[in-house]
C-alpha cells in the first residue's frame, strides 16, 4: 500500500466515526415535554411552566400533576431522571429518561426497586438513600437526581426552602486517580530501567493491579470508555474519570514509549489470563491477518454503531466487569468463563484474539507510520527516548 | 490441533462479541426516541407507554432493606 494510501485510510477512519456522531446528534433531538408523557400511560396534556418544570394532568382522575427532571453525572456521562408530583406533595411517578451507563448495571439498581422507594411518599420527608454496592455510581445519580427533581417542584410551587446539590463523588475518586498514576509510573519504570528481577517485579505489579484496579475499584478502559471519549459525553460530567485516565495514560505511554505498556504491565484482565497461563506453561495462540482485520473491522463497526445511537454502554463487549464486578450479561458470563478455560490452553486468548484495545493501538501505529517523515522512517520503531538519545548523539557529534 | 483451536476460539469470541452487542443496537434503532428506559408509579396507576420497562411495585419500607438508608 502506497504512503498517500494509508494516509487515506487512516484519515478515513476518523472521518466515518466523526460523521456516525454527527447523525447521532440529528437523531436524538426529542421534545421533553413529549417524552414525559411516556413515563405512564396516565399522564396526558403534558405544557411547560418553567425551565424543567412542566405541568400535566393525570387521564384517570383528572388531577395535576407537576413533572421536573434532572441530572447527574454517572458511570458513562450525565444520567437523566424525572419525578412527577401531585398537589398533595406526594410523589406519583419516578422514571429514568436517558443514561449512558451499562444496560446490566441500571437494571440491576432498578431490580432493587430504587425507583419505588420514592413512589407514594410525600417530597417534604424524603427517604435519604446511599448508593447500591456493586453499583453505586448508577445508584448515586438516581437518588441524587430524584431528590434534586423533587425538590425543584417543592421549591417551585409549594414554597419549599432550596437544598443544594450533592456534589461529593459516590466512590473514593482521589485514590483511584492517585493509584491509575503510580500503577503507571511505576510500569514506566519498570520499562525503562534495567533492574535485576524484572520479570519478578512485572508479575508484582501485575498482581497488585488485579487486586486494586481490578477487583477493588475496577477502573479498567473499555470500548465503552473509547466512545465516552469520543463522543464528548465525558465534558458534560463524569461521576468517575478513573476509566478515561486509564485510557489516556494507556495511549500516551504507547505513544512515548512505543510499546503496549498498559497491555503488558497493567491490564488486569490480561493479567488473570497470563496467571491462569503459567499454571500449564501454554503458549500463545496460531493468529493469522484476517482474525486481526476481522478484530478491527469489528471494532470499528461497534465504535461507528455506539456513535450513531450515542449509547457508549452498548459499545462494550469486554467482559471486564463480570470478571471482576459479577455484573453483566448472561452471555458475558459465558465468554468470562470461555476465556479462563482456553487461558489454561492459550496464552493470554482474549488479549492475542480479540481484545479492541489491540485493534486501537494498531491504528495508532498504523497512523503514525503512515505519517512519519520519510527520513525518520529508519526510528519510527524506536521508543521516544531512544530517538532523543540518537539525535543528541548525532548533535554532540 | 493449536490451529483448529486458535480458529474456534476465535469465531467463539466473534460470535459471542456479536450476539452480545448487535441486539442492544437493534434495540435503540428500534426505540422510540421519546420512550424513558425505566419508571415506576404508585400502586393503581395504568400501565406504561411504549413498551418500556417498569419497576415491581413493592412496599418501599421493604425495600429499603436493601439499602443504606438514613433518615427513612
Known amino acids: 500500500m502506497s504512503d498517500f494510501a494509508k494516509r487515506i485510510v487512516v484519515l478515513l477512519i476518523p472521518a466515518t466515526l466523526a460523521l456516525a456522531w454527527v447523525g447521532g446528534e440529528m437523531r436524538k433531538q426529542g421534545e421533553m415535554g413529549r417524552r414525559l408523557s411516556h413515563i405512564s400511560a396516565d399522564i396526558t396534556q403534558v405544557r411547560q411552566l418553567d425551565q424543567d418544570l412542566y405541568q400535566a394532568r393525570r387521564k384517570s382522575t383528572g388531577d395535576t400533576l407537576f413533572i421536573t427532571s434532572d441530572s447527574y453525572p454517572s458511570y458513562g456521562g450525565p444520567l437523566t431522571v424525572a419525578t412527577a408530583v401531585d398537589k398533595q406533595k406526594t410523589i406519583l411517578y419516578t422514571a429514568i429518561l436517558e443514561s449512558t451507563d451499562t444496560r446490566s448495571y441500571l437494571e440491576k439498581v432498578v431490580g432493587f426497586g430504587i425507583l419505588n422507594v420514592y413512589t407514594g411518599v410525600r417530597i417534604d420527608q424524603m427517604p435519604k438513600l446511599d448508593g447500591i454496592s456493586g453499583a453505586t455510581i448508577s445508584s448515586t445519580a438516581i437518588t441524587r437526581g430524584i431528590e434534586a427533581s423533587a425538590n425543584k417542584i417543592g421549591v417551585a410551587e409549594f414554597g419549599m426552602p432550596a437544598i443544594g446539590k450533592e456534589d461529593a463523588a459516590a466512590t473514593p475518586e482521589t485514590a483511584k486517580l492517585l493509584l491509575i498514576v503510580f500503577v503507571f509510573a511505576a510500569a514506566l519504570f519498570l520499562v525503562y530501567k534495567d533492574l535485576p528481577r524484572k520479570k519478578q517485579l512485572r508479575a508484582g505489579l501485575l498482581l497488585f493491579s488485579v487486586v486494586t484496579m481490578g477487583f477493588l475499584f475496577g477502573t479498567l478502559f473499555s470500548m465503552s470508555t473509547v466512545v465516552s471519549f469520543i463522543s ?45 497461563g503459567k499454571i500449564t506453561g501454554c503458549k500463545g495462540p496460531e493468529k493469522y491477518p484476517w482474525m486481526e482485520w476481522i478484530s478491527r473491522f469489528f471494532v470499528w463497526a461497534i465504535l461507528v454503531a455506539a456513535l450513531y445511537f450515542q449509547t457508549p454502554s452498548d459499545a462494550m463487549y469486554e467482559p471486564f466487569s463480570k470478571a ?68 543528541s548523539k548525532k548533535e554532540a557529534g | 490441533m493449536k490451529k483448529a483451536l486458535s480458529i474456534l476460539l476465535f469465531w467463539t469470541f466473534v460470535v459471542l462479541c456479536s450476539a452480545e452487542t448487535i441486539p442492544k443496537f437493534v434495540a435503540s434503532a428500534q426505540k422510540d426516541k421519546d420512550s424513558v428506559l425505566f419508571s415506576a408509579g404508585v400502586k393503581s396507576i395504568t400501565a406504561p407507554v411504549n413498551g418500556m420497562k417498569r419497576g415491581d411495585n413493592q412496599d418501599y419500607k421493604s425495600l429499603l432493606k436493601g439499602f443504606k438508608a438514613d433518615g427513612a
Open chain 1, 232 to 276: 464528548g459525553t465525558w465534558l458534560e460530567g463524569l461521576a468517575s474519570y478513573s476509566a478515561m485516565l486509564c485510557m489516556v495514560l494507556a495511549i500516551v505511554t504507547f505513544l512515548v514509549t512505543r510499546k503496549k505498556v498498559y497491555c503488558t504491565y497493567i491490564c488486569p484482565f490480561g493479567a488473570v489470563q497470563e496467571g491462569l
Open chain 1, 324 to 391: 471482576f464486578n459479577f455484573i453483566g450479561s448472561g452471555i458475558l458470563y459465558g465468554l468470562t468463563i470461555l476465556i479462563v478455560i482456553a487461558s489454561l490452553v492459550i496464552k493470554r486468548p482474549w488479549c492475542n484474539l480479540f481484545c479492541p484495545a489491540s485493534s486501537i493501538f494498531f491504528y495508532l501505529r498504523f497512523a503514525r507510520k503512515a505519517f512519519a517523515p520519510k527520513s525518520t522512517a529508519d526510528i519510527s520503531n524506536l521508543p521516544l527516548h531512544a530517538v532523543f538519545n540518537e539525535k
